[in-house]
């Protein structure tokens, strides 16, 4: 917890200070109160009293009434800057952390998981920070105060007061020890009523496919009552809170009158008024008190759920970024060029090397293809080249550097770079395509239409409403899987790189299309170096090298005829897909 | 339609329409009314002693002044008669609150419970339409966040809008019965302070609204960079990224502070308004007991008077704003309730029995579109297949070949013309018959939560361990069964590592366990390796044998062999055939064809 508040910049130190005397002032003026309250009451009770001394006190009440307002305001704005500062740093600095982590320990934490630590997380936090940081300051300086002011008034009063407090603090955490494991539950039910409906939503034609609908039913059905049940449970357990609290105080105040009317009786005459006067006072002080006690009890309380969300914050933070920068940016005598030099990978806490002594070359203008089959290591090889990790034994050269040496902005402007599932942001078509920086300034509509025409997407594109600028939803809902493997595509196209990466990005394409599209990316690109991933033998099949890849090692390195002659594996795969007449054309 | 994936960032705003949300909310819970009732009755009660008490505490303190008068002393025996009077009062207010609180959260978590067993009907109800152009993320917060929403605002609100109410003007009556200046004072000192208040409390809502907007928005680039990073990294579209970024964070900053420093408001101007009632009451209350006009036990009954006037207010004004939040939340999730369901079958009389279908289809002049019949998806098409025949469905992506699967189904009802199996029209047979003859294996594998077995048998009850370890044994599975820890008890979550092919061949074995006269097949193996894959060709040739199939095919060498073959460009039917029938015409599909071996 104390870890994220190192993420307050000075200037909302500054503010919490603030706020935090602003509340000393308006915790002393309100405890200030209850004195001119005595004074009025005695004054009322004492006969021939003057009006004005009423007025006056009254005035003086009123004047700590509204200062008390103030600063309370103050210290509000104080510390809803403080929290609202706090989380946006905080925000910031995680989103750069997670920008700059490697895919593995992207994967370590899961994407869902990171985006509720930037999210919900931090929500939960500057909620703490606005609200229990507030109380956590105001109640024990309001007790320790209205203690101080009342400790010397009488034992009796005190003692029923600290047995009150006791009374209801410990029911109050017994009901607490009671309903939050349950809360755990209730969020685990929640989550299985949330997983049964998504897995009925994404079934649907399954499942009418079935007749399955009443099995579905009564499926939800049980988890739902489940939840039901557990949440009346809480719900009951916690309403028995409210009238206790309710029962306490109204209690406390008929036994200081009751232990007062004692008192007074037994004191002689002079005193009587004085115990009077304590006596309205020591019940408003004790109130107080009680609801600090309170206060500070329900901030313990949400204090748990605020530290888990710190601590899942902070583990994010203090993950070691393992791929560092490097900084060469200067002109290669290579250009378009890859080579892999005895490259092995795994990853840093796993036993088994995905890759394993991989080495070959890509010259300029050259069509190098991967295939194998799934786990066979052919997009962890290729990830390699654009740092997404760095090998673990061996060396990677794009253009003749070795890629460790690179600025990563500097080798990621040679590369374009299609990955196995088409990413879409929220915007427009030429946004999409225009995504990114290639270091050679803004793209021009031309360059952009072209890269479009190129990927095979001009058609549907100028079919769309508002064709170029036409809306894409996040995650390319509005568009089909094939249309945004062609948008992926004349992304690349539009950064006009040395070297195109595609990973497998071509499945989504019907044959023809694809065909098409790799003979125009040919006639347009010729200077630059392609390496693909593909899991169809028809769309490497012309490619200068084919690259065969199981479990992790090289099997077979050649031409579709070569290959087809002396490497097996390759020939099983060729043969599952296409008949022997048809490898032969 | 499709307004970005800001699935769960739904804004708790402002219902449409509020009087309506709410009207309704209450004519749902009339099945609870009789509890409601009782409840409401319980908070009356409740508020009337919590008036009464402080009246009493007077009482109390009349009873100890007079001890402060010189030879006085406090009669003892009527104090702890008072005493025993406040204690009762307050015992039973406390009790009648539990009751109402016991109540009410019967009433609302068991409201709550019924609204999700309805979604969950209601799902199974709807039109596929309905899916084709809703986000499932959407209908998924409308089961959990709204539906906890309305309980917990009806919960929250309902029962405390009206026993503060009840106690405000209780407490108003009590005052003007006690002593009328008294009371003009004390509620004229109070209303001052609530103008004020309820400035705030509007504009603070406001920017509520807009802090949950703003989060939305954040979360969503948040999501869009996380889940895309590798693309923004190769890309260097960090920096463009983070620009956006900074200025939504700045955003977030703004109705963040603004939210919080405005709803903070509230707490110290009840305290003012108290407090300033308090001086207004005991200057007054002081004038008139130095005229002796009243006893000072009024005064003290009076500042309680107003401690008990003022907070009820800021609970109304509470209670209000989250009775809001759960009009626009009910208004979302009775909306899902209320869309239009499926064509109602009760008159279609079913007496189909599968054992007796022999698997001939007949498509005459069927014609169909997605929207009410204004653009034609399907014009005007016919075609026979007799039983055991195998049609295979081509064209490249999204020719709309699932268009047909949905046809076939009965999942959508087609505009004009029929399709007939055996002779008989789908249109004198209930969708649950149509599904009955059919079994399908669709490309995205759909595997639940639960154990193997419950997967493969689904919602076919009554059949043998032996009889499942057979139907592996033709697929394929009995091997990676066998591999499991539990074997067919293990049990299949999210995030296991079972391979597509796998998953395949578990869905081919549940299409086997429900053996049906026809067969739909999405044969897409893309993400299969090549040993699986030739597997799952096998157990899908298994599933063929002596079903009248339709292959949706994605590889042409496998539906060479095929008897018809339907090829299928921009949603229409544009050739049909055999492949050799195909190849002759030298039209689109031969086109198709031979673009794979093309450069």
């Known amino acids: ?585 | 339609m499709f307004n970005g994936g800001n699935k769960a960032g739904k804004v708790p705003g402002k219902s449409k329409d509020f009087s309506g949300a709410i009207k309704r909310l209450f004519r749902e819970l009339r099945n609870n009314r009789i509890l409601v009732l009782i409840g409401i009755v319980l908070a009356v009660g409740g508020s009337v002693l919590t008036i009464i008490a402080p009246d009493r505490l007077s009482d109390l303190i009349d009873q100890i002044t007079i001890g402060l008068i010189p030879g006085m002393s406090i009669n003892f025996d009527e104090v702890w008669g008072i005493i025993a009077l406040i204690a009762t009062l307050i015992a039973s207010s406390a009790l009648l609150e539990l009751g109402e609180g016991l109540l009410m959260t019967q009433v609302s978590n068991t409201f709550a419970r019924d609204l999700r067993e309805r979604i969950s009907k209601k799902i199974n109800r709807l039109p596929l339409k309905y899916f084709d152009h809703n986000q499932t993320g959407d209908v998924l917060s409308r089961v959990t966040n709204d539906v906890d929403t309305v309980a917990q605002g009806l919960s929250n609100s309902l029962s405390t809008l009206i026993s503060e109410a009840a106690l405000m003007i209780g407490v108003v009556i009590m005052m003007f019965i006690t002593n009328w200046t008294m009371a003009l004072v004390a509620v004229a000192a109070s209303l001052i302070g609530f103008v004020g208040m309820g400035a705030i409390l509007g504009k603070s809502q406001k920017y509520f609204a807009m802090r949950q907007q703003e989060l939305g928005k954040i979360n969503a680039h948040i999501e869009e960079t996380y889940s895309n990073l590798n693309v923004v990294k190769v890309y260097n579209g960090k920096a463009e990224s983070d620009r956006k970024f900074d200025m939504l964070n700045k955003r977030v900053y703004t109705a963040n502070q603004r939210s919080q420093f405005l709803s903070g408001l509230m707490h110290p101007m009840m305290a003012f308004i108290g407090n300033f009632g308090y001086v207004a009451v005991c200057v007054t209350g002081a004038t008139l007991v130095t005229n002796d006009v009243i006893t000072f036990g009024v005064i003290v009954a009076f500042i309680s008077y107003v401690r008990l006037f003022t907070s009820p207010l800021s609970r109304i004004a509470q209670s209000m704003s989250s009775l809001q939040t759960a009009a626009a939340a009910g208004e979302r999730v009775f909306e899902f309730i209320d869309e239009d369901e499926l064509l109602d079958q009760s008159k279609i009389k079913s007496n189909i029995n599968k054992d007796n279908i022999r698997g001939d289809i007949e498509f005459d002049h069927v014609k169909f579109g997605y929207d009410d019949s204004k653009k034609l998806t399907i014009k005007d098409f016919s075609v026979k297949a007799k039983a055991g025949q195998k049609i295979a469905i081509v064209g490249p992506t999204g020719a709309g070949k699932t268009t047909m699967v949905n046809l076939l189904m009965k999942f959508y009802e087609i505009n004009s013309g029929d399709i007939r199996i055996d002779g008989i029209s789908t249109h004198e047979m209930t969708r649950e018959d149509v599904h009955s003859l059919f079994t399908m294996v669709l490309q995205d594998t759909w595997l639940f939560s639960g154990t193997v077995r419950d997967n493969i048998i689904y919602n076919r009850r009554s059949i043998s361990d032996d009889e499942i370890m057979k139907i592996c044994d033709t697929v394929g599975l009995t091997h990676f069964i066998k591999t499991l820890p539990k074997g067919l008890s293990t049990e299949i979550s999210e995030n296991d590592s079972i391979s597509a092919g796998q998953k395949q061949l578990l869905t081919i074995a549940r299409g086997m366990v429900e053996d049906a006269p026809f067969l739909i097949l999405d044969e897409a193996t893309s993400n299969v390796d090549t040993r699986t894959e030739e597997l799952v060709q096998k157990a899908m040739d298994k599933l063929m044998e002596g079903r009248t199939s339709f292959i949706i095919a994605h590889r042409l060498s496998t539906i060479k062999n095929a008897d018809l073959i339907l090829v299928m460009n921009e949603g229409n039917i544009v050739e049909t055939g055999s492949h050799a029938q195909l190849m002759k015409q030298n039209g689109f599909y031969a086109d198709l064809y031979n673009s794979q071996f093309a450069l």
């Open chain 1, 1 to 585: 917890m104390f870890k994220i508040f190192k993420n307050f910049h000075w200037k909302d130190l500054v503010f919490l200070f603030s706020g935090i005397i602003l509340v000393a002032v308006q915790v002393g003026l309100e405890l200030k109160m209850p004195d001119y309250m005595s004074e009025i009451t005695k004054l009322v009770q004492t006969e021939g009293s003057e009006m004005s001394d009423i007025l006056l006190n009254g005035g003086w009440m009123l004047a700590c009434a509204l200062g008390s307002f103030i600063a309370t305001v103050g210290a509000g704005f104080c510390f809803a800057t403080a929290s609202a500062r706090l989380s946006m740093n905080t925000r910031k600095k995680l989103f750069d952390k997670v920008e700059s982590l490697d895919m593995h320990e992207i994967k370590k934490f899961s994407t869902s998981s990171l985006i509720t630590r930037s999210t919900n997380d931090i929500t939960q936090i500057q909620m703490f920070v606005a609200m229990g940081a507030q109380m956590l300051i105001r109640a024990p300086m309001t007790a320790i105060w209205a203690i101080i002011k009342i400790s010397n008034k009488s034992w009796q009063w005190s003692t029923a007061t600290g047995i009150t407090v006791v009374v209801l603090l410990s029911i109050m955490f017994t009901v607490m020890a009671i309903v939050i494991p349950r809360f755990k539950r209730v969020q685990k039910l929640t989550d299985r009523v949330n997983g049964i409906t998504r897995e009925n939503l994404t079934g649907i034609r399954v499942i009418r496919a079935f007749n399955a609908e009443k099995y579905q039913e009564k499926k939800f059905s049980k988890t739902n009552n489940e939840l039901t049940n557990t949440q009346l449970f809480t719900s009951r357990t916690l309403s028995v809170v409210s009238p206790i609290m309710y029962l306490a105080m109204n209690g406390l105040t008929v036994i200081i009158y009751t232990i007062g009317a004692y008192l007074i009786s037994e004191a002689t005459a002079f005193d009587k008024l004085t115990i009077f006067s304590d006596m309205v006072v020591f019940s408003t002080y004790a109130m107080h008190v009680i609801m600090s006690f309170l206060f500070v009890a329900f901030v313990l309380m949400i204090l748990p759920r605020a530290q888990v969300s710190a601590s899942r914050i902070n583990e994010v933070m203090k993950t070691k970024i393992s791929i560092k920068d490097g900084n060469f940016d200067d002109e290669t005598a290579e250009r378009g060029t890859v080579e892999f030099r005895n490259v092995s990978f795994k990853y840093p806490d796993a036993e088994d090397y995905l890759l394993k002594d991989i080495s070959f070359r890509a010259n300029t203008g050259e069509t190098v293809a991967f295939i194998g089959s799934t786990g066979s290591g052919k997009t962890t090889l290729i990830n390699l080249v654009p740092r997404f990790y760095d090998a673990t034994e061996g060396e990677v050269f794009v253009d003749g550097v070795n890629v460790r040496d690179y600025k990563l902005k500097e080798l990621h402007n040679r590369i374009g770079y299609v990955p196995q599932k088409a990413v879409m942001f929220n915007g427009t078509v030429t946004s999409n395509v225009a995504y990114g920086d290639n270091g050679c300034g803004k793209k021009s509509e031309e360059t952009i239409k072209k890269a479009i025409k190129v990927a095979q997407a001009k058609n549907f594109v100028e079919k769309m409403d508002k064709d170029y600028k036409a809306h894409i939803a996040q995650g390319g809902t509005n568009v089909s899987g094939g249309q945004k493997q062609r948008l992926a595509i004349a992304r690349a196209i539009a950064r006009d790189p040395e070297i195109y990466i595609f990973d497998d990005s071509f499945s989504a394409l019907d044959y023809k299309t694809d065909a098409t599209l790799r003979h125009e990316l040919k006639k347009h690109t010729g200077g630059a170096t392609n390496l693909i991933v593909a899991q169809r033998i028809g769309t490497i099949m012309h490619a200068d090298k084919i690259i065969v890849l199981d479990e992790g090692k090289c099997v077979g390195m050649g031409t579709h005829k070569e290959l087809l002659k002396n490497c097996k594996v390759y020939k099983q795969i060729a043969l599952s897909q296409l008949t022997k007449e048809e490898l032969d054309v």
